[in-house]
Structures are given as structure tokens and as C-alpha cells.
């Protein structure tokens, strides 16, 4: 598993605008206590306070059912942990982190995978917990629990959703669009990330936060919330990163590993695709629509893997004039992993839906076949919908 040069880490400006949490809600319900020691953190019985919540999450039988689950397996139980497709750094974090917080808890046959190739991004190479991670056709087959990260659907598992057929499953994630799959669901929906979920559920299971767990949930924490700056970013969000920093983690180094490493050829990769650029004003009914693609041969020329363009959407969606903002992104031949952004005119998880997708109010995507130019007429044609 060595992963090839590049960066990877795009934003996900996640979930949108959230209910503001009041300063000082740090607290929890009366029947909420933590199970474990360390810090507290911020949720209430619904986990609607929970950092950047923006609606109800999971019932107090739910989270009482993911630990008694956990708490009454054996300790050389096979437990298969997966993320989504393409991993970012909220599934790889919040999926490691909580695999090295079994392995504090003493489950000694702890498996943590995703579908399809087991190639890292070099953004996630040096992450805490990666010595959990086994290639998806290798992992356990009979599991005997499955937790599953930042999936909305069953869909963003690939080839590893059969599982859920053969064993339990809890599911941590903060999709709005979450389909509700597993038999316990733990969805905050609006949550800032997957690791808020995360580290709630460690708090319960009373595994206090060492720094390399921290380090998995601040890389979870700091891309999806587009590094503190996105509206998910509440006071609770800023409470968990302390209580992530406080253990002594690095986070100057951290930020420059995730978002500002990239290879030279990635750099010129990125210009080319940049150059190439398309604002469309009237489109999205006057909103605008600004958008750009990137080829297989792109990559090919540049010597580079598909991952390095996850993070084009940044420069992208900067664009004044255009609310909505779409890159393609070949997977295969007629085959395009397309993204969608809004600056909060329009609700791209919808037009992710209505095309097959799913995601976040401001951050959504979905797969495309045919020609770029089809993939645009159909995006164009969504939108006008909105
Ligand atoms: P991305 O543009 O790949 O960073 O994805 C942004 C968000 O859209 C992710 O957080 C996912 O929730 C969602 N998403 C992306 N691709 C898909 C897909 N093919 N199906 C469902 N949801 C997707
Ligand atoms: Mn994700
Ligand atoms: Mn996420």
C-alpha cells in the first residue's frame, strides 16, 4: 500500500448554513453523562447541539444501542470499519480514529478499508491508524460487526455494501441525505463532520483521546469544515478542536500535509484545467454556473493520479460571478465523478439527487456517463429546475 505522490485534500463546504449553537452550550442533557472520562463533549440528548447541528440527531436508544452493541462483543470479534468511495479526510479520520479507538478498547481484529483500490492519497499517507487500513478485497467477509463513515447511502460502499448483509451494522455519518441504512444509524445530520459523530461515540465508550486518535478527528474536522471556514463552523466545532489539540497534536503541520503539498506535475495539472474554465452567468436561472473539466489523458500527461483533482474545485468555485460551480472529473472512458458547489443560492444536493448523487446543501455530487458536453446539458438542465 504505497501511496503515489500528490495531494489530495479538496474542501467540502459540507453542510451548509447550521443553526447557530449558543456560546457556552457546552453541555450535556440530564441522562446524558458521558460513559467516559476526559472532556465532555457538546451534545444534547438529540445531538442537536451537536458542533455545527442543524437538526435532530440520533435518539439516546440509539447511541445506548452502538454501545452496548460494541460493549458485548468479544474482544477478538471481526469488526470490518468502512468509509466511502474516494476517500477525503473526513471518512479516512473519522474511520481511523475510531478503529484506534477499538484497539484502546482492546478489539484486537479491527479492519479498516474502502472500496476499490487501497491507493492513499499522499495528503493521508502518514495518518495515524494506517496501519489498520487492508485492501477492500481482502478484508474479512464474515465480519461480525460493521461500522460504516461518512456514507450517505449504501451506494458510496462499492463493492464492500454486501456486508451489511451478513453482520450488524452501525453507521456514523452527518449527511442530511442519509438514507437511514444500518441497524443502528448514528446521523447528526448538519454535524460539522463524521468525526463529531465519532468522538461522541468514543466519549461514550469511555475511550479518552490520545494524539494520535485526536490527529485522525482534527483531519476529519478541518476538511470538512473547509479549515474552520465554512457555517458548520460553530462554537462547538471550535470546542472539539481544542479538546483535539489539547492532546498535543501539530496542527501547522497537519494543514500544510493536507492542503498545501502538492507535486510539481499536479501544480501544472491543476493550471491546465484551470485554464479551460467556463462561466456560464445566465445559467441556474441568473445565477450563475462556472465550471471546468479534467480528462484521464490530463492525467496521464502529467504523470498524476485521479486524486490530485479533488482539491480543484477550490479555485474553481472562487469565482465571483457564478454561484454554482461543477468540475468533471473522468474516472473512465465516458465515465465522470462530477462536483457541485454553491456559494447558498442554490441547493446543489438536490440537483446531485434529482442526477443520481447525493450530499450537502453547498457541496453535493454525483456519477456521469457520456460526453463532457452531456454531462453539462444534463447539469445545466437540473439546475434550471432549482
Ligand atoms: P466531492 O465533490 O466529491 O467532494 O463530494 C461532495 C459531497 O457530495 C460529498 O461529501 C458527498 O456527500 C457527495 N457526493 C459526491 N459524489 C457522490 C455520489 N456519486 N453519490 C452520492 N453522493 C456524492
Ligand atoms: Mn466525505
Ligand atoms: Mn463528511
Keep these: 500500500m504505497t501511496p503515489p505522490a500528490g495531494a489530495a485534500a479538496g474542501t467540502d463546504p459540507g453542510t451548509g448554513p447550521a443553526t447557530a449553537t449558543p456560546a457556552g452550550s457546552g453541555r450535556r442533557l440530564a441522562g446524558e453523562a458521558p460513559t467516559g472520562g476526559g472532556v465532555s463533549p457538546v451534545v444534547g440528548a438529540a445531538g442537536a447541539d ?7 440527531g440520533p435518539a439516546p436508544q440509539q447511541w445506548a444501542a452502538a454501545v452496548e452493541t460494541l460493549q458485548g462483543l468479544p ?35 479491527v479492519q479498516a478499508t474502502f ?24 478484508v474479512f467477509t464474515d465480519p461480525e460487526l460493521v461500522c460504516c463513515f461518512d456514507a450517505a447511502s449504501v451506494s458510496r460502499l462499492g463493492a464492500l455494501a454486501d456486508r451489511l448483509e451478513r453482520a450488524p451494522s452501525i453507521v456514523l455519518d452527518h449527511h442530511a441525505s442519509n438514507s437511514g441504512f444500518g441497524t443502528v444509524p448514528l446521523v447528526i445530520p448538519g454535524a460539522a463532520a ?20 485526536a490527529e485522525c478527528l482534527y483531519i476529519a474536522l478541518v476538511t470538512d469544515t473547509g479549515s474552520f471556514r465554512f457555517d458548520s463552523t460553530t462554537p462547538a466545532v471550535h470546542q472539539l478542536a ?27 495539472l491543476h493550471a491546465e484545467v484551470l485554464s479551460r474554465t467556463r462561466l456560464e452567468p445566465a445559467a441556474a436561472r ?21 486524486y490530485v483533482l479533488e482539491s480543484l474545485i477550490d479555485p474553481v468555485r472562487a469565482t465571483a460571478e457564478a454561484d454554482v ?42 456519477t456521469a456517463y457520456g460526453t463532457v458536453d452531456e454531462v453539462l446539458a444534463r447539469v445545466r438542465a437540473a439546475l434550471d429546475q432549482e
Aim: net charge positive; aromatic share 6%; hydrophobic share 45%.
Design 50 to 56: 451537536a458542533p455545527g447541528a442543524s437538526s435532530a
Design 75 to 109: 474482544r477478538d470479534a471481526r469488526v470490518l470499519l468502512i468509509c466511502h468511495i474516494n476517500p477525503d479526510g473526513d471518512a479516512l479520520g473519522s474511520m481511523l480514529g475510531f478503529a484506534l479507538g477499538l484497539r484502546a478498547l482492546g478489539f484486537t481484529r
Design 115 to 138: 472500496p476499490g483500490p487501497m491507493e492513499l492519497p499522499e495528503a493521508y499517507a502518514a495518518m495515524p491508524g494506517r496501519e489498520l487500513l487492508v485492501p477492500a478485497d481482502e
Design 194 to 213: 463524521t468525526s463529531v459523530v465519532v468522538e461522541i461515540l468514543l466519549d461514550r465508550l469511555g475511550v479518552p483521546l490520545d494524539a494520535a486518535i
Design 242 to 268: 481544542a479538546r483535539l489539540l489539547a492532546t498535543g497534536i501539530a496542527p501547522a503541520e497537519i494543514s500544510r500535509r493536507i492542503f498545501d503539498t502538492r507535486p510539481y506535475g499536479a501544480v501544472r
Design 286 to 306: 441568473g445565477r450563475g454556473l462556472v465550471w471546468t473539466y479534467a480528462t484521464l489523458d490530463d492525467l496521464a500527461r502529467h504523470g498524476q493520479r485521479p
Design 325 to 366: 460551480s461543477c468540475v468533471l472529473k473522468q474516472a473512465l472512458p465516458g465515465e465522470w465523478a462530477v462536483s457541485l458547489r454553491s456559494k447558498g443560492a442554490v441547493d446543489v444536493s438536490r440537483v446531485a439527487i434529482a442526477l443520481g448523487g447525493g450530499g450537502h446543501r453547498l457541496a453535493a455530487g454525483f
